[in-house]
């Protein structure tokens, strides 16, 4: 066939169409190689990609372990705190639902344009909290009604509550949202919400406490909502801790000191354990807990009894009359005087170029030591002060557990001052004078004690001479020193002294005679103490020195007591001390034996 | 007059075209489309509901559409080609004056049932009209240059609308498209050089005229990380997306940058990457070979049949065919800018569905008269 126009027209169209085919196959090729490079060569960095988007992690917070005293009372719990939330995304019209929630809760106008406001601003599948801290009624009304509620959600959170109030405030402490500088390595911490312990046991074992976080891998969208659960470390909750207080104890010696400014510290002598641990005024540590305000917070700092202040470990005070055990036993031990030996008091007592005086004006004539110690001699102690030496109180008063912290798990515990030569050479640049230590021998000058302090003594003095530590927590970690070392002293000086502190209560010539117990077979013994504030000056001396009611509160000497019982066979010892209380037998041996009496009922039941 | 007695003997009877009518070409079709349901039916979290019901729908409407236009005389549709060509060139003039606005661009005619996209339309009716041309052509005419004003007006017309409106996506198609069939019909290749010469401050003229967001699309391909959240965002999560599918995919409703929504136009231009997610490279691999499948057969077509007509038809619907494909494609793998181009009969949307089923109907006509010869002077002329 010849060529025709038409066959050249084909020709050319075939093969200018196999050409445009070949071009084809070519780009075709190109989409083949890439397939391959995205799907095959890179699969495992985009899946990696592609998970770094959908997966996220979400930390799940431990629930905190809960404090609880010796009969398992809540002190600290976790609260389950009713809310009604608002999900904008589930309802057509917020402000419609809220109108028909008003008729169960009531929601004000104003609540209604934050909700709205907030409702406007976050994205839709958020929970928009409309009410908190519901009574379970009311949430139980809103959950029944749920199903005319479009877009509400009734949700529980949990929130740290101390039931006791202001009982443990300073025991226990409280909790508070993180600061900046707290925020370290554990993420927690981070959370939206999260609490961390702030004072008291709270904060000293927050670590205990705080548990481990669990975390959970969700799947989110790109909007960040979650779809779906992948997986799930549950978190791990904190210890329950175990006090030894004991709540009725605690609770009836703080309402006995409500309203003073006063410390009591009770203690199971021979195990050392704190049954109660009372400073007042305290706080509620609830408050601190949501948040307190500026103004709350001035109020409670600003207080001249110092409500912030736990006095029975924080407090430094001048033991007083109750520190002469301390000095008796030294000087028996050292055996620079003899029991019976009769010192003469007339109330003046001179020491190098100065006179010192005995609390009692009209002095107590010829007494013996025990009658110095029912009687409070000051100047019967001046005087075997004087011939036993500081060194030698000081280390007796070291024995005791004075001059020393103990670290129980109670922040901020101070150690107090139990002087010596060397310390006031070390801290003063000062030789020791003579005066120094018989101001010591009467538990003024230069010693400083907490109540903890005198309830240990106490309770070394009394159980038979072992040194037991104070304990507030059981723990099952280390089963305690069940023997505690025993201070090496003899038992006929420490019955001597403990006749001294029997007469001080239950001997007419006992300075707290009018305090003793009448109930049938209670009985106990103690010391009482007033400790100097201010020094009474020599003019004030010369004219007439003011009686405690007529100084200024302020100015007033500070009551203490420290105390046993039963006189057989002790088992409690006792501290008290009140801030300006004036003398420490009218003042903190009432207290004292209240507290007693009270456990002694408490026993027999 | 032989030859066209001769075609008139030859012609067919329905029942006789009917069973012409390439099975294996319809199968593919509708396997194609199958696929696209089975991905609308994922991207809207395992529901018919609101696309892959629809779509459905369309296709099924589509396919009558197609079957018909196989089985009517191709000297029909050669004899329709220019009015079918001025009639969409008037809609997209319509369009131009009183279309819809979606997505910052002026493309739609509301028909009611459907919004109707005359550009879509124009597609198919260039390449006709340009067959026309073509076939009515002498071999040597086809090298005058007086013989080319009437194609680069038949071309830049309904260019010169698509991208007043704007849409370079198109745009460029049908340039391509159309300058497929200029080649194919005998135009010299030194005038392809000189207007390829020609376009390039044509195309510095465009860059000044294109829209910012055109501009930045352009820009953001070069460097996807320059805007990672922004314009980037898309090449970035629909890259991630294909290659986090691996070789074997995620499986069906599994992809989790689909389901997830890090995929933008996840139901329309972007559904390759839900593919390619969900059922990696051997589902991507199948998708192109069910496309080449459909190609070849209709290049196959265009070397096959004795009118030239039928030939630049068949070429022409081959070329536009591939170029969605591959220009879609290439945009979701991340090879070229993101530009509004559907995948073929798997994109959500009814224009471009009813425009490539046309086409392939134009395949089939143009098969099934494979020996019809039709004179130069006109299909009934």
Known sequence: ?605 | MAMRLQGRRRSKSLFQKLSELNLLIIAVVVMIAIIGFALLYSVAGGAVDPWAKKQVIRFVIGMVGMVVIALIDIRVWMFLAYPFYFISLMLLVVVSVMGQTGMGATRWINLGFMNLQPSELMKIALVMALARYYHCLAKEETGQYTRLIMPVFLIGAPVALVLMQPDLGTALLIIIGGISILYCGGVRLWIFVVGFIAMIPAAFSAWNYMKPYQQNRVLTFLNPERDPLGAGYHSIQAKIAVGSGGIYGKGFIQGSQSQLNFLPEKHTDFIFTVLAEEFGLMGGLGLLGLYIILMAYALIVSMSVRSQFGRLLSLGIAVTFFLYMFINMAMNLGMVPVVGVPLPLVSYGGSAMLTLLVGIGFVLCVAIHRDTTISRGGAFA
Not at chain 1, 36 to 46: I, K, M, P, R
Not at chain 1, 67 to 85: C, K, P
Not at chain 1, 183 to 210: A, S, T, V, Y
Not at chain 1, 258 to 268: G, K, L, Y
């Open chain 1, 1 to 605: 066939m010849a060529t025709s126009p038409d066959d050249q027209k084909y020709k050319l169209f075939t093969r200018r169409a196999g050409l445009i085919s070949g071009g084809m196959l070519i780009l075709t090729s190109g989409l083949i190689g890439r397939m391959y490079f995205l799907q095959v060569v890179g699969q495992d960095q985009y899946k990696l990609l592609a998970d770094k988007n959908r997966i996220s992690l979400r930390l799940l917070a431990p629930e905190r372990g809960k404090i609880l005293d010796r009969n398992g009372h809540g002190l600290a719990i976790n609260r389950t705190d009713y809310r009604v939330n608002i999900i904008p995304e589930q309802t057509d019209n917020v402000e419609e639902t809220l109108e028909a929630l008003n008729k169960i809760l009531p929601v004000s106008e104003r609540q209604k344009r934050r909700i709205l406001r907030a409702a406007g601003r976050q994205r839709a599948f958020l929970p928009v909290i409309v009410a908190e801290n519901l009574d379970w009624e009311t949430f139980s009304r809103v959950n029944i009604n749920i199903p005319d509620l479009p877009g509400i959600q009734p949700d529980m959170g949990i929130t740290r509550y101390y039931p006791e109030k202001d009982l443990l405030a300073h025991i226990v402490g409280y909790v508070s949202s993180v600061n900046e500088r707290e925020i370290g390595e554990d993420p927690l911490l981070e959370l939206p919400g999260f609490k961390i312990g702030k004072n008291g046991m709270e904060r000293i074992l927050d670590q205990r406490l705080r548990g481990k976080a669990g975390n959970s891998r969700v799947e989110v969208n790109v909007m960040g909502r979650v779809i779906r659960e992948l997986s799930r470390n549950d978190s791990v909750s904190g210890d329950t801790l175990n006090l030894t207080i004991d709540r009725g104890i605690q609770k009836f010696t703080a309402d006995r000191v409500r309203d003073e400014s006063a410390a009591v510290v009770v203690m199971d002598v021979h195990s050392g354990e704190i049954l109660a641990l009372t400073s007042t005024p305290a706080f509620d540590p609830n408050d601190f807990n949501l948040g307190i305000s500026q103004k709350k917070y001035d109020v409670l700092l600003n207080d001249a009894r110092k409500p912030l202040i736990n006095k029975t470990v924080q407090g430094e005070y001048p033991p007083g009359s109750t520190f002469k055990m301390i000095v008796a036993l030294a000087a028996l031990e050292a055996g620079v005087i003899d029991s019976q030996e009769k010192i003469f008091c007339n109330s003046k007592y001179e020491i190098g170029n100065t006179t010192k005086y005995c609390w009692k004006r009209q002095g107590h004539g010829h007494v013996s030591m025990v009658e110095a110690i029912a009687g409070s001699c000051d100047v019967y102690f001046y005087e075997v002060a004087g011939r036993v030496g500081i060194d030698k109180i000081h280390e007796m008063a070291e024995r005791f557990g004075l001059g020393k912290k103990f670290d129980i798990d109670i922040p901020g515990e101070k150690k107090g001052l139990n002087p010596s030569k060397g310390w006031k050479m070390a801290t003063r640049g000062v030789r020791w004078q003579g005066g120094d230590t018989a101001n010591v021998g009467i538990g003024q000058g230069d010693v400083l004690v907490t109540p903890l302090q005198l309830c240990v003594m106490t309770a070394r003095l009394v159980n038979g001479g072992k040194a037991v530590t104070p304990k507030i927590l059981f723990d099952d970690v280390d089963v305690a020193d069940i023997s505690p070392e025993v201070i090496p002293y003899s038992r006929r000086n420490m019955e001597i002294i403990l006749k001294g502190m029997d007469a001080v209560i239950n001997d007419p010539i006992g300075v707290a005679f009018a305090q003793r117990m009448r109930k049938k077979g209670m009985s106990f013994g103690g010391k009482t103490g007033s400790a100097q504030v201010r020094r009474i000056t020599q003019s004030e001396r010369d004219d007439r020195v003011r009686k405690n009611e007529e100084k200024p509160w302020i100015e007033r000497d500070h009551a203490l007591f420290v105390g046993y019982g039963p006189l057989e066979n002790p088992r409690y010892a006792v501290s008290v001390i009140v801030e300006h209380g004036g003398g420490g037998a009218k003042k903190a041996a009432p207290i004292a034996k209240d507290v007693l009496e009270f456990m002694f009922a408490k026993d027999e039941v």
